[in-house]
C-alpha cells in the first residue's frame, strides 16, 4: 500500500487476515511499513477476518483516521497501545470477537472518540477507570457480553 498516499479508506474485510503486525502482509515484514506512507487514511476497515491479535502501535501511521472496524474477528484481548497515536479517531468497532475484559488504559489515547463498540464479545469485567479518557464518547455499547456486575 505503500504507493497510495492519497487513499482515504480502506477495506480488507472478509479476507483471511490474521493479526495486525509482524508478517501479515508478505511484502511489508514490519507492521510500520504496511501502513506506513497511508497518512492520509481516514477510514480502515479490517472486519470479518481472523485477526487474533493487534500488536502496540499497529495503526501508529495513520494520523488522519476516523474510523476503524475490527468487528467480527477472532479477538480474545486488547493490547494496551493497540491503538495509541490515534488523535483523530471517532469510531472504533470492536464488537463479535471473543474480548473477555477490558484493561484501564487501552482506550486512553482517543482523545476524538464519539463511539465504541463492544457489543457480542464474552467481556466479563470492565476495570475501572477503563473509559475514563475518554471525555467525548457519546455512543457505547456494551451490550450480549457475561457481565455479572457494574
Do not use: C, K
Request: glycine share 4%; no cysteine; proline share 5%.
Amino acid at each position: 500500500f505503500s504507493n497510495l498516499p492519497q487513499l482515504l479508506n480502506l477495506s480488507l474485510s472478509y479476507n483471511r487476515i490474521n493479526g495486525i503486525g509482524g508478517v501479515t502482509f508478505p511484502d511489508q515484514p514490519q507492521q510500520s511499513g504496511t501502513f506506513a506512507n497511508l497518512t492520509q487514511l481516514q477510514m480502515l476497515i479490517l472486519s470479518n477476518n481472523r485477526i487474533t491479535s493487534i500488536r502496540e502501535g499497529a495503526f501508529s501511521n495513520l494520523p488522519r483516521l476516523q474510523q476503524l472496524e475490527v468487528h467480527s474477528n477472532r479477538m480474545n484481548s486488547i493490547r494496551e497501545g493497540a491503538f495509541s497515536n490515534l488523535p483523530l479517531l471517532q469510531e472504533l468497532s470492536l464488537s463479535y470477537n471473543n474480548i473477555t475484559r477490558i484493561d484501564s488504559d487501552v482506550f486512553s489515547n482517543l482523545p476524538q472518540l464519539l463511539n465504541l463498540s463492544l457489543s457480542y464479545n464474552r467481556i466479563t469485567s470492565i476495570d475501572p477507570g477503563a473509559f475514563s479518557n475518554l471525555s467525548r464518547l457519546q455512543q457505547l455499547e456494551v451490550r450480549s457480553n457475561r457481565i455479572t456486575s457494574i
